[in-house]
Structures are given as structure tokens and as C-alpha cells.
């Protein structure tokens, strides 16, 4: 069993002209709630498995924070830069398994639209959009990453920010 959990960063700063794409940061809000679901999130799991982010700061920035309420050294965040550019459901399998095959979890930090469609592509029910924060953890019946198929997933559950 393989549990992949899909967290879309927090609330960042608009796209302003003067800072790129890549370096915008998180709100103080999108900071607080992000805090908020790091902690549901431990409520949840046990075992919180390898945690991988997009290089992107305000992904990173929500993986930080994440393994500060998890209690994992920042450190160990292992970041991917097909997370930020080129994730799909074609490369998702090779990009786990060059993660560690051995982990029974994995938790990934990253962008919409491409989370979202990951978590309906791999759902054998499909999934609603995620909101900023949001966490989805879909279980899989598969003993190696490699084994990862489009619509192979049980969804376990879905947290959203509260309103």
C-alpha cells in the first residue's frame, strides 16, 4: 500500500510585474492556514513518509512549514523541479520512483491546475479542484511507485480550508 498526498501551496502575492512567477512568496494569511493544515494533516497520519516541493518559493515555503508542524528537519524537503515545470500523469511514476521506491508515503508540494488534475486523473472517483492549501491523500494497492495508473486511487480523504 502507497499513500501519495498532494498539498497545493498556500494564498501567495499577486503576479506583480516586479518579482517573477518563481519568487513570489506566501501571504500572512496563506501562511496561517497553511499552519492550520499541516496540523489536520497530523491529525491524520501517523507517518508522513518524504516530503517533495516545488522549487518555487511559495511551495517551498508551504513545505517549510508543513515540516515544521510535522516535526521534520527542513532539511529533508527534497525539491523537484518537474513539480514547478513539465509534472504530468505521463512522468509521475518515474518521478516518485526517483524519489525513494521504498517509501510507503509521499507528500508532494506544489501548483495548480496540474495538482488538481492529478488528483481527478489518479481518483477512481475523481476529485474536485483543490483550493489554495488544500491536502489530498489517495491510497494506492501497488508495492512499487512504478505501479502508479490514471484512476488507480482510493481517495482517502480531501481537506479544505475553513471558510
Same mark, same amino acid.
Given at each position: 500500500?502507497?499513500?501519495?498526498?498532494?498539498?497545493?501551496?498556500?494564498?501567495? /502575492?499577486?503576479?506583480?510585474?516586479? +518579482?517573477?512567477?518563481?519568487?513570489?512568496?506566501?501571504?500572512?494569511?496563506? #501562511? +496561517?492556514?497553511?499552519?492550520?493544515? @499541516?496540523?489536520?494533516?497530523?491529525?491524520?497520519? #501517523?507517518?508522513?513518509?518524504? *516530503?517533495?516541493?516545488?522549487?518555487?518559493?511559495? @511551495?517551498?515555503?508551504?513545505?517549510?512549514?508543513?515540516?515544521? /508542524? *510535522?516535526? +521534520?528537519?527542513? /532539511?529533508? &524537503? +527534497?525539491?523537484?523541479?518537474?513539480?514547478?515545470?513539465?509534472?504530468?500523469?505521463?512522468?509521475?511514476?518515474?518521478? =516518485?520512483?526517483?524519489?525513494?521506491e521504498n517509501a510507503d508515503?509521499?507528500? =508532494?508540494?506544489?501548483?495548480?491546475?496540474?495538482?488538481?488534475? =492529478?488528483?481527478?486523473?489518479?481518483?477512481? @472517483?475523481?476529485?474536485?479542484?483543490?483550493?489554495?492549501s488544500g491536502v489530498v491523500?489517495?491510497?494506492?494497492?501497488?508495492?512499487?511507485?512504478? /505501479? &502508479?495508473?490514471?484512476?488507480?486511487?482510493? *481517495?482517502?480523504?480531501?481537506l479544505k480550508p475553513e471558510?
Amino acid at each position: 500500500m502507497k499513500k501519495l498526498i498532494l498539498v497545493r501551496h498556500g494564498k501567495a /502575492e499577486d503576479d506583480l510585474h516586479d +518579482i517573477s512567477d518563481f519568487e513570489r512568496s506566501l501571504v500572512s494569511r496563506g #501562511k +496561517i492556514i497553511s499552519r492550520q493544515m @499541516a496540523q489536520r494533516l497530523k491529525l491524520k497520519e #501517523k507517518s508522513h513518509g518524504i *516530503l517533495v516541493s516545488s522549487p518555487a518559493f511559495r @511551495a517551498l515555503e508551504t513545505a517549510m512549514i508543513f515540516a515544521i /508542524e *510535522l516535526g +521534520i528537519p527542513a /532539511e529533508e &524537503i +527534497i525539491m523537484d523541479s518537474k513539480i514547478y515545470s513539465g509534472l504530468s500523469m505521463k512522468n509521475l511514476p518515474n518521478m =516518485l520512483t526517483s524519489v525513494d521506491e521504498n517509501a510507503d508515503a509521499i507528500v =508532494l508540494f506544489g501548483h495548480n491546475p496540474v495538482f488538481s488534475d =492529478l488528483a481527478n486523473d489518479l481518483s477512481q @472517483a475523481g476529485c474536485d479542484p483543490m483550493p489554495k492549501s488544500g491536502v489530498v491523500c489517495l491510497s494506492f494497492n501497488i508495492k512499487t511507485w512504478s /505501479e &502508479i495508473r490514471k484512476k488507480s486511487g482510493k *481517495l482517502e480523504y480531501f481537506l479544505k480550508p475553513e471558510k
